[in-house]
Every structure is written in structure tokens, then in C-alpha cells.
């Protein structure tokens, strides 16, 4: 019986920088086609309007989302290009520097701040959600998720021996349990901050 191959975590980064890349790159053309389409109508309504909570028109319309003047998905459209291509640099075996993990980790730790204060931002001064954002959220802690685990791993990011090695380990080893434990938890707030709309509907 042929033993089972396990995809190691240097093999699956670049696919997850890749296809985490292309599918932000997606979501942030519709939400920049949605955001112009506003600013040309004030009465535009996105096709992801589906009802007072699940709305991308009144995310898009609020200020809440812009860093510094500029909508969120415009940097998204430079962020998610740049990191798909990293992931088909690292598929066609360029070995990149260490200065250069780093500077992607930053990144995508900055891009992890951002995605968490706009969900915050998005249930308690918008109250609503937009799929579309979400779905970069999604995309944004499971790029922030295995590109650390990634460097700790390669030596990248240097963790002292004992505890901190051994936490290490078990996140490794228990990489996809912790993710879907994060997803469950976002997922039981948010019903949680919106039971008044939809607990009569379960």
C-alpha cells in the first residue's frame, strides 16, 4: 500500500499566496466597480444589496473604510496583485531573501490590523456587512495565518527555544484546527451582534 503524501507548508505557500492574491485582486475590482458606479449614482445599488445587514452599497458609501482619503479596494488593487505574483516567483523556485520575507510578513500583519478594523468599523458604526469585504477578511487572516507560520518555520522569524518553540510546533501541527477555531468564533460574533435580524428566521 503506497504510503500517503502530505503537502508540506513550503509547498502549499506559494499556492496560498497565489490564489489568496487573485482572489482579492476579484473582490477588490467589484467593490472599485461598485465604488464608482456610487460616486457617478448616489442611488446605485450594488447586486449585493440583499437586504438591511448583508449590503455592500451603505460599506462602499461610508467613509469608515477609507485610509486617508483613499477607499480601501484601490489598495487592493495594488496589495493582492504584488502578492500573487510573489507566489509564482516562489512556484518558479526563486529563492527570495530574508529581508524580503520580512518585509511581506509586515505587510500582511498591517493587512490583518486593517481587515479587523474594518470589521469592527463595519458592525458598530455601519452595521452592515458586505460578502465582498468579507471574503478579503477571509483571504487576509489565512495569508497572515501561514506566512507565519511559514517564516517561523524557515527560520525567518527567530523564535527562542522552550515554550515559544514548542507553541510553534503544535501550531504547525494543529495549523488548520486553529484557522476554522477563528473562523467559527468571527462567525458565532457576528450572528451573535446580529441575532435581532436574524434570530426569527432560524
Not at 467589484?30 to 448616489?42: A, G, K, M, S, V
Request: charged letters at 10%; hydrophobic letters at 55%; proline letters at 4%.
Amino acid at each position: 500500500m503506497a504510503k500517503k503524501k502530505h503537502i508540506t507548508l513550503e509547498q502549499a505557500i506559494p499556492w496560498i499566496l497565489l490564489i489568496g492574491g487573485v482572489i482579492g485582486l476579484i473582490c477588490s475590482v467589484i467593490l472599485t466597480y461598485d465604488q464608482i458606479r456610487i460616486w457617478q449614482n448616489p442611488n446605485y445599488l450594488p447586486a449585493c444589496n440583499l437586504n438591511p445587514i448583508v449590503s455592500c452599497g451603505n460599506v462602499i458609501s461610508s467613509k469608515q473604510g477609507d485610509i486617508f482619503g483613499i477607499p480601501s479596494p484601490f489598495l487592493g488593487l495594488l496589495a493582492f496583485p504584488a502578492i500573487a505574483t510573489v507566489g509564482v516567483v516562489v512556484l518558479a523556485g526563486a529563492k527570495l531573501k530574508r529581508w524580503f520575507w520580512l518585509g511581506l510578513q509586515a505587510g500582511v500583519i498591517g493587512g490583518l490590523i486593517w481587515a479587523l478594523v474594518l470589521f469592527f468599523l463595519s458592525l458598530y458604526r455601519v452595521h452592515a456587512l458586505c460578502p465582498f469585504c468579507l471574503t478579503v477578511d477571509v483571504v487576509t487572516y489565512i495569508l497572515v495565518w501561514y506566512v507565519t507560520l511559514y517564516n517561523v518555520k524557515a527560520g525567518v522569524i527567530r523564535i527562542p527555544k522552550g515554550n515559544a518553540e514548542r507553541v510553534a510546533v503544535f501550531a504547525r501541527k494543529h495549523h488548520l484546527d486553529i484557522i476554522v477555531l477563528w473562523f467559527l468564533i468571527v462567525t458565532l460574533f457576528t450572528l451573535k451582534h446580529f441575532w435581532y435580524y436574524y434570530g426569527h428566521y432560524l
